[in-house]
């Protein structure tokens, strides 16, 4: 007699992905709590603008990826770069408004748009030392 499994499998891309986005949020919110405790409430505001800024903008290329690349894509490559510019345009403008109309330290603002970067590093390392990239 053969058992059924009902424990549906669980793509490891999708699982990947899934906490890759979950860690983003992780980091962004200790760094943003160590930004107020050990700077200042300009500092945490920027590092918390600038991962907003960086989290949202992963998350649009993650978007546009699937749509260019997925099964049944209907993007076009030209569509991507144009998507793309206008892209890096509206982040220069919210960047630019960010400083200039707000309080928000600068310094604060790179780390924030660093979340990303220090994401995976933390995937590389645990990768390392675990064999497991979730």
Do not use: H
Request: charged content about 10%; proline content about 4%.
């Amino acid at each position: 007699m053969t058992a059924i499994s009902t424990t549906p499998k669980i793509n490891p891309e999708l699982e990947f992905t899934k906490s890759f986005f979950r860690r983003n949020w992780l980091i962004l919110g200790l760094i943003t709590i160590a930004g107020l405790i050990l700077g200042s409430t300009p500092m945490a505001t920027g590092i918390f603008a600038g991962g907003l800024i960086s989290i949202s903008s992963f998350y649009w290329l993650n978007r546009s990826l699937k749509k260019l690349l997925g099964p049944g894509s209907v993007g076009s490559k030209f569509g991507m770069q144009l998507l793309s510019m206008l892209k890096i345009v509206i982040i220069a403008l919210v960047l630019l408004l960010l400083i200039m109309n707000f309080s928000v330290d600068p310094i604060g603002l790179l780390i924030g748009l660093s979340i990303i970067v220090i994401n995976v590093f933390v995937v590389v390392i645990k990768s390392i030392f675990t064999g497991d990239l979730t």
